[in-house]
């Protein structure tokens, strides 16, 4: 049950922002499934702060009847900037509570463009350059490359103690029902390294793109999913 949140699974107005492609501010709920039944809930939700920084956050957890069996909870933060219109991250943690405690904490410093990684008591050391990201940052990039019209997509991730590329392919479009009505959606596909493992977003042209349904199958074909139920803000 632990793959079900592990696999799927990121103050100024939005007036200061409204001539770009970078997100408003907001808070959207997903309900989880495990084979098609319900096993759980998740939010995920974009904060800005009057620093001028920002905090984009998923917290997601078995609900119900499952949770009786297995109460997981796993909570993913990315804080990051805007810089020239770019977005830089600054600090990612994860952590799982529940079946198994797990977490990974990734501190980027741009002076000397070195990210520091601590994950399965090892810590090491990443060499970064401007456009890397984090495995839940690029989420909201792509958010933002979608608005602006961009369809070829591939992301830099620093994770467990390296630097992976993301190439999400662009699989068509489709109409989709979701808890606010049907959408019409990109929908992009993300391949593990090897090919045993996929995740597929469908993304709303209508709320900025946001991943309104993501479906993960896993490498024995267990397939887990989480679809929108309500959004605040987009």
């Known amino acids: 049950m632990k793959k079900i949140i592990i696999g799927l699974l990121c103050v100024w107005n939005y007036g200061v922002y409204a001539n770009d492609s970078f997100p408003p501010t907001f808070t959207a709920q997903y309900k989880l499934y495990a084979e098609g039944f319900p096993a759980g809930r998740a939010t995920r939700?974009?904060?800005?702060?009057?620093?001028?920084?920002?905090?984009?956050?998923?917290?997601?957890?078995?609900?119900?009847?499952?949770?009786?069996?297995?109460?997981?909870?796993?909570?993913?933060?990315?804080?990051?900037?805007?810089?020239?219109?770019?977005?830089?991250?600054?600090?990612?943690?994860?952590?799982?509570?529940?079946?198994?405690?797990?977490?990974?904490?990734?501190?980027?410093?741009?002076?000397?463009?070195?990210?520091?990684?601590?994950?399965?008591?090892?810590?090491?050391?990443?060499?970064?350059?401007?456009?890397?990201?984090?495995?839940?940052?690029?989420?909201?990039?792509?958010?933002?490359?979608?608005?602006?019209?961009?369809?070829k997509l591939q992301y830099k991730i620093a994770d467990k103690g390296k630097?992976?590329?993301?190439?999400?392919?662009?699989l068509g479009t489709e109409r989709i029902n979701t808890g606010v009505g049907r959408l019409d959606t990109l929908k992009y596909q993300r391949r593990s390294s090897s090919n045993k493992r996929s995740t597929t977003l469908w993304c709303a042209s209508s709320l900025h793109y946001l991943p309104v349904k993501v479906v993960h199958i896993e490498k024995n074909g267990d397939e887990f999913s989480m679809i929108l139920k309500t959004v605040r803000g987009l």
Not at 163 to 170: C, D, E, Q, S
């Open 45 to 151: 939700s974009l904060t800005a702060f009057a620093d001028g920084k920002f905090l984009f956050e998923t917290v997601a957890e078995t609900t119900g009847f499952i949770s009786l069996f297995k109460k997981i909870r796993i909570s993913e933060r990315s804080r990051f900037k805007r810089l020239n219109n770019k977005i830089q991250p600054l600090e990612y943690t994860y952590r799982q509570t529940g079946h198994k405690d797990r977490f990974n904490i990734i501190s980027f410093d741009w002076s000397k463009n070195i990210a520091s990684n601590t994950f399965k008591n090892q810590s090491k050391q990443i060499r970064i350059q401007n456009g890397i990201l984090d495995r839940l940052l690029y989420q909201l990039v792509l958010m933002q490359d979608l608005k602006q019209g961009k369809r």
């Open 163 to 170: 630097v992976k590329t993301y190439t999400p392919k662009f």
